[in-house]
């Protein structure tokens, strides 16, 4: 018998992730329900091709190419255009928010994060050894006030919970998973404001700022007016917006998430990266999709429609869903959610028992699986209990 065991911390810990289940209908892990075309694959394929000829040699450590290609897709989308020295890319923006945590986290530098929101925080908080405290968003997911016109309302509860606890790093998923909810500029300028001498002193006791990073995996898919945290950036050298091709581009498969921020906060994550972390393999592939990038994104608009037509449908049954800047709808609430999962799945559809009690996220797939959910569904609620 062996006495082996992980540091503390990790006894009695799962690895994270969602029941990978072989089911006709996948809506559990907000996926893009589309895959590439041929012309598409053709491309990657072609591109990774040229890239494996060259295998015997490390890749490239900084990337240029891709970091050029990334700011001039962001430059499109939303109009913010940057250097790509301040562009950083890891495999999966999971990995850039650990880089981001292995940097500026930390033994006595907290991480501070709005409740409830993506489960992964905590895990990086975990493994970096920095301690994770969290506040409770307000009852319409935002970190404002829900009752007030007022955008100055909660404002003073942002400020109040960042010098309470000097976070070193404040992660806000903003479309927020589970929730679906973007937050609104004067909420993300007010955090950002509070963020500022707020964090850790330094070694010569100064107070520094804390670190505010804008999750914006569901980015593109946020409705019409919704601005990104990109156009903050200008104004704020303690801003880091990541991004992802996992869910809008539909290349969950590729694993590559990035980031925009300051060239001080680029070089802080080139400290702490793995030598070649982004194998060349990654990157031709990466580079060879964002080619491509009209045509992997052109079914963002129709899942955004999808995911507007569902939320008013579940209304009309009668549950409470919340508007949504994501591909996917938080609804409910339910007695047993678990038995409606359960029964959805019996069914051949897969959701995700995640969020407040009662409640169930589904993610926004084809039309004929979201018509298969819908039937799922019904058919759960009119049965007897
Ligand atoms: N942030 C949020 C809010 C997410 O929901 C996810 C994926 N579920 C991620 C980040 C990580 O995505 P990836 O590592 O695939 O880029």
Redesign the pocket.
Known sequence: MSTIRPRPGLEGCEPYGAPELEVPVRLN??ENPYPPSEAVVAGIAAAVAGAAAGANRYPDRDFPALRTALADYLAVESGVRLPPERIWAAN????VMLHILQAFGGPGRPCLSFAPT?S?YPEYARDTLTPFVTERRSDDFTLGSPDSDDPGQGIQGITEAVRAHRPAVIIV?SPN?PTGTALPTHQLRALLDAARGSGPVDLEGRPCDALVVV?E??GEFRRPGVPSALELLEDNPHLVVTR?M?KAFGM?GL?L?YMAAGTSVVEALRVVRLPYHLSALTQAAALAALGHREELMAQVASLRAERDELVTWLRSRGLTAHDSDANFVLFGPFADRDAVWRDLLDDGVLIRVVGPPGYLRVSVGTPEETARFRAALTRTLSSPE
Do not use: I, K, L
């Open positions: 892990v907000n999966g923006s999971n990995e993506y992964m998923a998973n999750d995996a569901y992802t996992s969950a694993r998430g």
